[in-house]
């Protein structure tokens, strides 16, 4: 048997510098519990309902705007990290500002890249690097 489905047209938006976007260059995207959306990019970090644009920067207190990676942990708090040279920055994010700042400064040595980090329950924080992962 042979039933030909028709699928659903997929409805796709470009958000672009002329929609909104404040750059093009993007290192990290995820999904908050409430469904908003947070990207990571070099000049800062935004979170997005769907139709509004929130941008965390140095205006909102971040020690850089750079950030290439995003995590969200138990509480659904969402947090961006960022690497400069061998120094590390990890920053939470919420309601327009960031929270907490955790630079450890000259704490790594012969880090080449930041790859990810995430949260678990029983392990506060795991930076996974090119060189192996480190718990905090």
Do not use: M
């Not at 990290?28 to 941008?55: C, F, H, M, T, Y």
């Not at 950030?67 to 994010?93: E, H, P, T």
Request: glycine share 8%; aromatic share 16%.
């Amino acid at each position: 048997l042979y039933f030909p489905l028709k699928g659903q047209k997929l409805a796709i938006k470009h958000f672009t510098p002329e929609l909104g976007l404040p750059f093009e260059e993007i290192c990290d995207i995820k999904q908050d519990p409430k469904g908003n959306i947070w990207v990571a990019g070099r000049k800062a970090v935004l979170e997005s309902d769907g139709v509004n644009w929130q941008i965390y920067d140095y205006k909102n207190g971040l020690l850089i705007s750079s950030f290439s990676r995003l995590a969200v942990d138990d509480s659904g708090n969402v947090w961006a990290a960022s690497q400069y040279f061998d120094n590390i920055a990890f920053a939470k994010l919420d309601n327009g500002k960031c929270s907490i700042k955790y630079p450890f400064l000259n704490a790594f040595s012969k880090v080449k890249k930041l790859v990810g980090f995430l949260f678990l329950k029983s392990i506060p924080l795991v930076a996974i690097y090119g060189e192996g992962v480190f718990v905090f």
